[in-house]
T-cell receptor
Framework: AAGVIQSPRHLIKEKRETATLKCYPI?????VYWYQQGPGQDPQFLIS???????DKGSIPDRFSAQQFSDYHSELNMSSLELGDSALYFC???????????FGSGTRLTVV | ELKVEQNPLFLSMQEGKNYTIYCNYS?????LYWYRQDPGKSLESLFV?????AVKQEGRLMASLDTKARLSTLHITAAVHDLSATYFC???????????FGKGTRLHILP
């Protein structure tokens, strides 16, 4: 069965650089969520999209932005990267009124 | 604001023993999730509990939900080393919302 695809799997950036993370949801899933998980931490909700519109916003820094495209894939854009942005970034998808969220394998971002 | 609390946060146990992880949440919810995460890996869905009194079992793991007490348990029976991982419970406040995670329980099973 198709899963949630995230790319890249690993990314190394320097401070003040920009990064773009991509997420391809399960086919026919209409909602995408982004989470950030720091070392030894629980996943923290960043932002979500339903039918290409932002549906909810969590603790996402102003330096980050995201969008969902017409094919339902989503991108998380991160600018002016800081050392503290180093984390695992997960994307999850679901049906709006379905049960369960499926998480991608994550992108490990390291800022040096 | 929805809060999700797990305990214990760390658990070291011998193989063959039984133990229970607890998950409390602060506001009404009708969905509770349990995930397993191995170090540096993704979140693997274990159980989705949808109603009061729901009980689900998979191998040595059994999860239950008491929505009146706002409590879920994850019971481990006759633990084996392969179950060593971090276990997260997560709750959504309503069917349209994101899920909020507990801090996780880091389980280490000694051979």
């Amino acid at each position: 069965a198709a899963g949630v695809i995230q790319s890249p799997r690993h990314l190394i950036k320097e401070k003040r650089e920009t990064a773009t993370l991509k997420c391809y949801p399960i086919p026919r899933h209409d909602t995408v969520y982004w989470y950030q998980q720091g070392p030894g931490q629980d996943p923290q909700f960043l932002i979500s999209f339903y039918e290409k519109m932002q549906s909810d916003k969590g603790s996402i820094p102003d330096r980050f932005s995201a969008q969902q495209f017409s094919d339902y894939h989503s991108e998380l854009n991160m600018s002016s990267l800081e050392l503290g942005d180093s984390a695992l970034y997960f994307c999850a998808s679901s049906l709006k009124h379905g049960a369960g969220y499926t998480f991608g394998s994550g992108t490990r971002l390291t800022v040096v | 604001e929805l809060k999700v609390e797990q305990n214990p946060l760390f658990l070291s146990m011998q193989e063959g023993k039984n133990y229970t992880i607890y998950c409390n949440y602060s506001t009404t919810s009708d969905r509770l999730y349990w995930y397993r995460q191995d170090p540096g890996k993704s979140l693997e869905s274990l159980f989705v509990l949808l109603s009061n009194g729901a009980v689900k079992q998979e191998g040595r793991l059994m999860a239950s939900l008491d929505t009146k007490a706002r409590l879920s348990t994850l019971h481990i029976t006759a633990a084996v080393h392969d179950l060593s991982a971090t276990y997260f419970c997560a709750v959504d406040q309503n069917r349209d919302d994101k899920i909020i995670f507990g801090k996780g329980t880091r389980l280490h099973i000694l051979p």
